[in-house]
């Protein structure tokens, strides 16, 4: 019962250093997300990929990139990190799009990642 | 548009008390809610939802919530907390046929600690 798995689950970066976080589901869900979750403001959308070969920006896009690997996996690319992106990221899947019909999105552990 | 807000961000209760945790929203559409779990580094965990169906709505571990429109909330209960119920809760909305994730909101969390 692994769900959605992400890796690392903890990361210290130097600020113009760049990482990646891989993001894996074995639920056979269409959809997958990223999230940053900051104190005091729940969690908001950095990218989503309604479906395997398409990706799109969500709320909070800049300095990210993403690629939707496969249907499994999903990525998320810090090309040079700033400490404005020190945050918990959550990889998230659901098996359709979107919240229609309430839709269920289930939620990875997280990554807690600290740019200095 | 839509909002949600967390009436409480910390609320303390005694094990084997009742618990209550607000959440009131707006939505210009017929909304779908959620209440989401995060125990400390963890990911989130559905606890329930509502989508239209019945008003009153059970979850996992003795939580239920009731959808009151004309009060536009949807707050959190349990008859008797457990000192394994301390956690952030999140309240999450979007609207019913929403075909996009970038309409899922959260809110900014409430921090429940149950007291021996």
């Known amino acids: 019962n692994a769900g959605v798995t992400q890796t690392p689950k903890f990361q210290v970066l130097k600020t113009g250093q760049s990482m990646t976080l891989q993001c894996a589901q074995d639920?056979?869900?269409?959809?997958m997300y990223w999230y940053r979750q900051d104190p005091g403001m729940g969690l908001r959308l950095i990218y989503y990929s309604a479906s395997e070969g398409t990706t799109d920006k969500g709320e909070v896009p800049n300095g990210y990139n993403v690629s939707r690997l496969n249907k499994r996996e999903f990525s998320l690319r810090l090309e040079s990190a700033a400490p404005s992106q020190t945050s918990v990221y959550f990889c998230a899947s659901s098996e359709a799009f979107g919240t229609v019909g309430g839709n269920t999105i289930y939620f990875g552990e997280g990554s807690w990642l600290t740019v200095v | 548009a839509q909002s949600v807000t967390q009436l409480d961000s910390h609320v303390s209760v005694s094990e084997g008390t009742p618990v209550l945790l607000r959440c009131n929203y707006s939505?210009?559409?017929?909304?779908?809610l959620f209440w989401y779990v995060q125990h400390p580094n963890k990911g989130l965990q559905l606890l329930l939802k509502?989508?239209?169906?019945?008003?009153l709505v059970k979850g996992i571990n003795g939580f239920e919530a009731e959808f009151k429109k004309s009060e536009t909330s949807f707050h959190l209960t349990k008859p008797s907390a457990h000192m394994s119920d301390a956690a952030e809760y999140f309240c999450v909305v979007s609207p019913i046929s929403s075909g996009s994730a970038r309409q899922l909101t959260f809110g900014s969390g409430t921090q429940l600690t149950v007291l021996p």
């Open positions: 509502y989508t239209s169906a019945a008003t």
């Open positions: 939505s210009s559409y017929s909304p779908s």
């Open positions: 639920m056979n869900h269409n959809s």
